[in-house]
């Protein structure tokens, strides 16, 4: 797509894994994740720039949607139902924000004391976060990009292998001026990462 | 068991909050048909501790709140197990309604909390079930919750429950209904409680709720 080449992003950098990123994106700015290696889980929360009180809400985007999975067409709603950013483009083919993000803590209740001091997501959140008042009070539950969390309608939840794989993207189209923040997750406990993290670069074209 | 330390029926449409210390039974009864009560919970003593959704579903491998099921805070430790219930669900994906939020923050601002310590709240007596197909489209079950049925959660720290019975956001009848919340006096959790037991993280959360304070 010749509207977005990436010789011409304004933005275009790479997170490595277990490493985060904050930054603006402008309204009716075009933000693109690329999963350069595949099965990553991009741990991604958006933020009114203008009031970060007014962030990405996984449970009203979920019921508003009417649906659990993002993709295509997904609106990503704030806490006070405004529409942040819609998702444009998707060759992944879905994306979860159920999962939220890793933690220290909740390594050592998912897979045992020795996991308590590895990197975490949550922490990476909080450590980026802070330059934008982001603390975490002001952290809620993000999405997973790449991220396969199959729900059944039995009630079930498991975390599988990912859909993702190299090359994949995603990107979403900011509604109004925007904050993203990023983890890259660098949890090597399940397979959501595929055992072994990788970077992702972002890519930004904004409005003229 | 024994007496009732604080019972107080909450309004339909309204919000409640209450400190509840460690190791009782925080029980919440329906008290119409379609009840549903908004609940977010957060650790009494730490300025931002509180319930996250996710790591409670996912470390359980479960999309719904149900016994014995513990609810998990940020910081991984057990606020409650559910000890029992009438009902085998409890929704936990939607969020709360408008209505409920104006009620929550209202309780929230007495407390010294504000917006910013809104999260995932349990949607306690609804259920929303996912279809397999692939957007995962979601299905609210109307009639789930009768007058009388009830959940009942056992603190495993001292816990600050903030309450709202508005209607659940995707209800169609928006028919808010009353819920009693009554607070009692927990017998202590043995070796073999159903929560403990139920999984190896549900007990880690449990255990690391005891060393909250050396």
Avoid at chain 1, 6 to 25: M, Q, R, S
Wanted: glycine share 8%.
């Amino acid at each position: 797509m010749t509207a977005f080449d990436p010789a011409t992003a304004a933005l275009d950098t790479v997170v490595e894994a277990g490493e985060g990123f904050l930054g603006p994106i402008p309204a009716g700015g075009t933000f693109r994740i690329v999963d350069l290696h595949g099965n990553q889980a991009v741990d991604t929360l958006f933020y009114d720039a203008a009031d970060v009180d007014n962030r990405y809400s996984a449970f009203d985007t979920v019921r508003e949607q009417g649906a659990v999975y993002l993709t295509t067409g997904s609106r990503l709603l704030s806490t006070r139902l405004d529409v942040l950013a819609t998702i444009t483009d998707d060759t992944c083919g879905r994306h979860d924000t159920l999962g939220g993000a890793c933690a220290q803590e909740s390594n050592v209740v998912r897979y045992g004391t020795h996991t308590r001091h590895q990197n975490a997501c949550r922490e990476t959140f909080l450590r980026y976060g802070a330059a934008a008042g982001i603390d975490a009070r002001r952290l809620g539950h993000n999405i997973n990009f790449f991220m396969n969390v199959p729900v059944t309608a039995a009630g079930g939840l498991t975390f599988v292998d990912g859909v993702s794989a190299p090359g994949k993207h995603v990107q979403v189209r900011a509604e109004r001026d925007l904050l993203v923040l990023i983890s890259n997750c660098p949890q090597v406990n399940n397979p959501c990462n595929g055992w072994n993290p990788t970077p992702v670069r972002l890519l930004g074209w904004w409005p003229v | 068991m024994s007496d009732v330390l604080v019972s107080h029926d909450i309004p339909a449409g309204a919000a409640w909050s209450v400190l509840v210390r460690a190791g009782r039974e925080l029980r919440l009864t329906a008290l119409g048909p379609g009840a549903n009560c908004s609940t977010l919970l957060f650790t009494a003593g730490h300025p931002v501790d509180r319930l996250n959704v996710p790591d409670t579903l996912k470390a359980q491998m479960s999309a719904t709140i149900r016994p014995p099921m513990v609810l998990m805070s940020d910081r991984g430790l057990a606020l409650c197990s559910v000890t029992g219930s009438s009902l085998p669900w409890h929704d936990a994906l939607c969020g709360h309604s408008a209505d409920a939020r104006r009620g929550l923050l209202s309780e929230l601002r007495k407390h010294g909390r504000d917006v910013a310590d809104i999260h995932g709240c349990v949607n306690f007596f609804a259920k929303v079930a996912t279809s397999d197909d692939a957007a995962g489209t979601l299905a609210y079950q109307p009639n789930h919750a009768s007058a009388d049925d009830w959940v009942a959660l056992r603190t495993e720290i001292d816990v600050l429950a903030v309450l709202s019975t508005a209607p659940h956001p995707l209800d169609p009848r928006q028919e808010a209904q009353p819920v009693r919340a009554e607070v009692w006096a927990a017998e202590p959790a043995g070796p073999d409680d159903p929560s403990r037991t139920f999984r190896v993280e549900s007990e880690r959360a449990l255990l690391l709720s005891k060393e909250v304070f050396a």
